[in-house]
């Protein structure tokens, strides 16, 4: 018998959220290949969004949002929809970051999120 394996799906990591229409967002995604519910931070200078890396010295050190769905900016800038406020509840298990963060990279993610309304649960 053959084996599904099964990937994410958009908006996958969403537990409830108030209304759609006020916690998401059309951004811009600046660069790379990611997938749904990668936690973005938001770049200071364009104010376009990349895959969140606490050790980023851009902006993108803060969590700030989480991508809805696939997003493709290889080949340059990508319009995508996240989840950019609360009040909203996430699947912790469903988030995507970037790299391999440490335990306490990603609490601080969690806390990022969570001030701006998005619990992880």
Known sequence: ????TEGTHPG??????AHRDY???TITVAA???A???????IT???????????????TETAVAVLWGK???SGGDAPAVAVVRGPAIVNRHDLVFAGTPSEGEIA????ALFAAGILVR
């Open 1 to 4: 018998m053959t084996t599904l």
């Open 12 to 17: 996958g990591f969403l537990v409830w959220e």
């Open 23 to 25: 916690t998401r967002e």
């Open 32 to 34: 790379g290949t990611l």
């Open 36 to 42: 749904p519910g990668t936690v973005l931070g938001q």
């Open 45 to 59: 200078a364009s104010g376009k969004y990349a895959a969140h890396d606490p050790n980023a010295t851009d902006g």
């Open 71 to 73: 997003a493709d900016a």
């Open 108 to 111: 601080a993610a969690h806390a």
